[in-house]
C-alpha cells in the first residue's frame, strides 16, 4: 500500500477524467490520499472531493504561502471557521514562498506562524511549502519548537544539512518527483536519511517524475517515486511502501 501524502486532487487539471486518473492510482497500489488546502476558493472543491471517495480522501486545511496577499487576515478566518466545523488532518499546505513575490515575506511569516500556533491548539501536524525561502522557514520554527510542533516538509529539495535541520523540527521529508530529476540532487545524500524520516508525495498536478518530467503529474506515479527510493536505499519497493505508509500513520494519526 502506497500513501500518497500531498495530492491536489480536486485541481482543474483533473476536471474531465478524475474518475479514471483515481483508478490508475488505486492499480498503481496508492490507497491514501491526503489533500492540501490552498485558499478559500478551492474550500467545497476538497468538500465534494471528499463526500465521493470518503474511505481514501483525508483533507488538510490552511492558507498557502502564495494565496497571503491583502486579505489575508479574512483568508485565515475563514480557515478558522472550518476548523469549528469539523476534523481535518492537518494545517497545510503553509509556509512561505518567495520565489513569485518577495513582497510579501512580512506577512507570509505571520500567516505561517499564527497557522502553526492554530496546529498546536487542535494538536496536528503541519505540512510545510518551501520555496527559496529554508532560512526564513528555519527562523519561524525555532520560535515555536516545542514538543507540539510536528508535520511534513513538503516537496523537500534542499541539502542534507537543511533535512538534518528540518528533522530536527520534528519533521519528516516529503520526498516526490523531484528524487528522479537528473539535477534534483537530493538523490546524493537521501540515502543517509533514514527512511523513517521519509514519506511519498506527489504534489500532483505539479513535479511529474521522469520520464514524464514537465507533464501532468498524478497519484499513480506516486509509484515512480518508490522505484527510486528503492534504488537509493537499496531496499525492495514493498518495503518503501511499507515503512513510508507507516511514517505517514505516525504523522497523521490515521
Known sequence: MLTDTHTHLYSEAFA??????LQRAFDAGVQRFFIPAID???TEAMYALEKEYPS???????????????????????VEVQFKKRNFYAVGEIGIDLYWDKSTLGIQKIAFKRQIQL???FKLPIVIHCRDAFDEIFEVLE????????????????????????????MK?????????????????????????????????????APFRGKRNESSYLALVCKKLS????????????????????VFGI
Open 231 to 250: 534504488e537509493i536505499y537499496g531496499v525492495s519497493e514493498e518495503e518503501i511502501a511499507r515503512i513510508t505508509t507507516e511514517n505517514s500513520k505516525t
Open 16 to 21: 474531465e477524467e478524475r474518475p479514471q486518473m
Open 173 to 209: 521529508l516529503g520526498i516526490g518527483g523531484v528524487v528522479t530529476f537528473k539535477n534534483g540532487k537530493i538523490d546524493a545524500f537521501l540515502n543517509r536519511v533514514p527512511l523513517k524520516h521519509i514519506v511519498l508525495e506527489t504534489d500532483s498536478p505539479y513535479l511529474a517524475p
Open 119 to 121: 496546529a498546536k491548539k
Open 40 to 42: 478559500s476558493g478551492y
Open 143 to 170: 520560535t515555536e519548537k516545542d514538543d507540539n510542533l510536528f508535520g511534513i516538509f513538503h516537496c523537500f529539495t534542499g541539502t542534507f544539512e537543511q533535512a538534518e535541520k528540518a528533522i530536527s523540527y520534528n
Open 56 to 78: 481514501v480522501i483525508f483533507l488538510m486545511m490552511g492558507l498557502h504561502p502564495t494565496s497571503v496577499k491583502e486579505n489575508f487576515e479574512a483568508e485565515l478566518a475563514h
